[in-house]
């Protein structure tokens, strides 16, 4: 398979992908480009709102911050627009927020502005550019993981190298059951998007948007190949949340 060198110019040390899993990925970097990624987790005038055990599964992420304990040094892997870099500001000595999309970062410097312990950089999640054992806890929340088609092995990977010894990860993620699938097609719909449609455990669009859902197998799989030992725990009804202390 013909293979592609990422060229992410704040990456020192690039790294090889396979060609479709990069093609898929530049896709849907396209999509949060165009700055759709906001419409889909909250309500929108145009839009609507996303369906219920979606728009649950979304308010979640702020239930967690909420009880996270005060004072360590945290990442955000893939903070998109900022939505919940505020959050974790108030509950942390220091936030970095990472994302590959250009727009996203741009919004979320925007947004935390006036949040002196935040900073927010453009990045590639699979080839971060700290060093290792650097964060107290790293965080994937909001079924991000689940956006990232073929890297999310390697993704894990490298939050495992940058948080610390007795560090703590923590991940959010879309469950795979029908209730799920179905609010996806909605709600993928009520934004717009053309040609949706199932990829395994994943829904797709023509614009190259992915959505992946998990199952306990997968996640339980997904850690142990990174070597970790997750805890598992069925999050509402339409979620996961998974942490590993490293």
Do not use: W
């Not at 949060?32 to 979304?58: A, C, Q, T």
């Not at 505020?86 to 970062?105: A, R, Y």
């Not at 610390?164 to 879309?174: A, L, M």
């Amino acid at each position: 398979m013909k293979q592609i060198i990422s060229n992410n110019p704040m990456i020192e040390d690039n790294i090889v992908i396979a060609e479709d899993t990069y093609k898929k990925n530049q896709k849907v970097k396209s999509v949060y480009n165009s700055g759709i990624f906001e419409k889909m987790v909250g309500d929108n005038k145009e839009k609507g709102e996303p369906p219920k055990i979606l728009k649950d599964f979304f308010a979640g992420d702020i239930d967690l911050i909420s009880g996270l304990e005060n004072g360590k040094d945290r990442l955000e892997v893939g903070c998109g627009h900022g939505r919940l870099l505020k959050n974790l500001s108030e509950v942390s000595n220091k936030v970095v927020g990472i994302d590959f999309s250009e727009e996203q970062v741009k919004k979320a410097l925007k947004q935390t502005s006036e949040n002196i312990n935040v900073n927010v950089e453009l990045m590639n999640a699979e080839n971060m550019n700290f060093k290792d054992d650097y964060f107290d806890e790293v965080l994937c929340l909001n079924c991000t993981l689940g956006n990232m088609p073929g890297i999310e092995l390697r993704v894990l990977n490298e939050m495992k190298r940058v948080v610390k010894r007795g560090g703590r990860i923590i991940v959010r993620v879309f469950a795979n059951n029908e209730k799920v699938r179905l609010a996806q097609h909605e709600n993928y719909k009520r934004l717009g998007f053309t040609g949706i449609k199932d990829e395994g455990s994943a829904v797709i669009t023509d614009e190259g948007f992915y959505s992946r859902r998990f199952s306990k197998d997968d996640l339980q799989k997904l850690f142990n190949d990174s070597g970790m030992e997750p805890d598992i725990r069925e999050d509402g009804e339409g979620g996961f949340i998974v942490e590993a202390i490293k």
